[in-house]
């Protein structure tokens, strides 16, 4: 067998892992998101409707097919939460074979982490931020006039406000990763502190109502976790750029 067939064979076996774990990972979600669908659906969409059930405000149905497509959305996002173990796992698996055993470790306590921080990450904007959201579009900057939500503008709405913030607890992981492979270093994520906070505030200013104390409050915990994913930085810092910075005499 030549070089070019291994190789060649290598490729395809690849390949294959990836297809098999992109189709389970498919799977996986398409199961999730029908057994939401048939279970948890109606609870589901009652805790997405409370934030806009406590302003006074009733959505309304405007197309015949909105209220089946609205449940279907929920059902997916529903889905993502509960497939997100299941998808992670498939895309370890395929790079597990070229890790370590040590290494290995690290990835599946980087995983258990990265969906916590993701759920955490939802829950808190559901419970703090949502509310301050719907209050400062639907009340604050009506005008007086009376709202009158669309379901399916509503839901598309909450969605979009939850995952973003799943994400943007992420912060801590995607700074050990990107400091092992050595794109940012805990040295550059101090320096540029003050620009980041600086983001954070207006962030929080277009977040919340304009109100100083509910700034604050959306503001400081997007802060705390920028400290501590400079405080991971420094953890995550390869041995060799350690042993690189200069000793004190």
Partial sequence: MTKNTTQEMSVFNHL????KSLLISVLALIFTTVLVYIFQLDTLLRTLMVPIEKLGIQPVIIGVTEGFFVRLKVAIFGGIIVALPIIIWQVLRFVFPALYSHE??????????????FIGGIIFSYMFVLDMALRLMLIEFSGGLSPFVSFEKYLSFVIMMLLPFGLVFETPIIALVLTRVGIITPAIMSKNRKFVIMIIFVLAAILTP???ISQVFIAVPMFILYEISIFISRIALPKKESNDLPIEK
């Fill in 210 to 212: 304009p109100d100083i």
């Fill in 16 to 19: 294959e892992e990836l297809r």
């Fill in 104 to 117: 290995k470790r690290i990835v599946i306590l980087l995983m258990f982490s990265g969906v916590l921080l």
